[in-house]
């Protein structure tokens, strides 16, 4: 029979590889994510910076927004700039994430004219990245 003593330290040693466990999973999805979004970030063509601009990362639920070029230009003339601001801006919506509250993490591009599967305008890696995301996403829930 085990004790009362003996019982509360072992809770309190499963509640402590429970916490750890939670810690490490968010870690990985985190992880995950950025790679997924940055290998979507890379693998789309930029013009006027509107579709790198749209790749939005959320918690809630999947984006339906459809945004402005973080900053505009022709012919890729300001695409380093907009590829760091999405960037910024979506590592900072990951960091945020917290596996105990937020139950998904989505990574959504509305672009009208970008294509996904479909004489996509994203290259193999990009679509491999956003399968990869996928799949990914589905071992957490």
């Given at each position: 029979?085990?004790?009362?003593?003996?019982?509360?330290?072992?809770?309190?040693?499963?509640?402590?590889?429970?916490?750890?466990?939670?810690?490490?999973?968010?870690?990985i999805?985190?992880?995950?994510?950025?790679?997924?979004?940055?290998?979507?970030?890379?693998?789309?063509?930029?013009?006027t910076s509107?579709?790198?601009?749209n790749?939005?990362?959320?918690?809630?639920?999947?984006?339906?927004?459809?945004?402005?070029?973080?900053?505009?230009?022709?012919?890729?003339?300001?695409?380093?700039?907009?590829v760091?601001?999405?960037?910024?801006?979506?590592?900072?919506?990951?960091?945020?994430?917290?596996?105990?509250?937020?139950?998904?993490?989505?990574?959504?591009?509305?672009?009208?004219?970008?294509?996904?599967?479909q004489?996509?305008?994203?290259?193999?890696s990009?679509?491999?990245?956003?399968?990869?995301?996928?799949?990914?996403?589905?071992?957490?829930?």
């Amino acid at each position: 029979m085990v004790s009362r003593v003996g019982s509360n330290q072992f809770s309190k040693r499963l509640r402590l590889r429970s916490d750890r466990f939670e810690k490490n999973a968010g870690g990985i999805v985190k992880d995950a994510a950025w790679a997924s979004l940055s290998a979507m970030v890379a693998d789309t063509p930029i013009d006027t910076s509107r579709a790198v601009s749209n790749w939005l990362v959320t918690r809630d639920g999947p984006s339906a927004d459809f945004i402005p070029a973080h900053v505009p230009g022709k012919k890729g003339s300001t695409a380093s700039l907009s590829v760091a601001e999405t960037l910024a801006h979506g590592r900072a919506e990951i960091e945020m994430f917290d596996i105990r509250r937020d139950r998904d993490l989505f990574i959504t591009n509305n672009t009208p004219y970008l294509r996904f599967n479909q004489g996509s305008a994203l290259t193999a890696s990009g679509q491999r990245a956003a399968r990869s995301a996928l799949v990914g996403a589905k071992l957490f829930n």
